[in-house]
């Protein structure tokens, strides 16, 4: 597992903490509230509260609407 850093004039934070709590949408415009986040190199994947723990889904499969800053 990989940290991803986002910039900000503050800090920098790595992707996965600002992830946590985010908000994002899926096709189906259902949107859920990021609880869980890991990368690798064959990408970027989250996952939902009251889901399987080993139930994990391609973050580019979702619409980030909001980041947890």
Not at 37 to 57: L, M, N, P, V
Request: net charge positive; glycine share 8%.
């Amino acid at each position: 597992m990989r940290n991803l850093y986002l910039e900000s004039p503050k800090q920098m934070k790595t992707r996965g903490m600002v992830m946590i709590g985010a908000l994002v949408r899926d096709c189906s415009k259902i949107m859920k509230i990021v609880t869980g986040y890991k990368c690798s190199q064959r990408g970027e994947y989250i996952q939902f509260a009251g889901d399987h723990q080993t139930a994990w889904y391609p973050l580019d499969s979702f619409e980030i609407l909001s980041l947890e800053e």
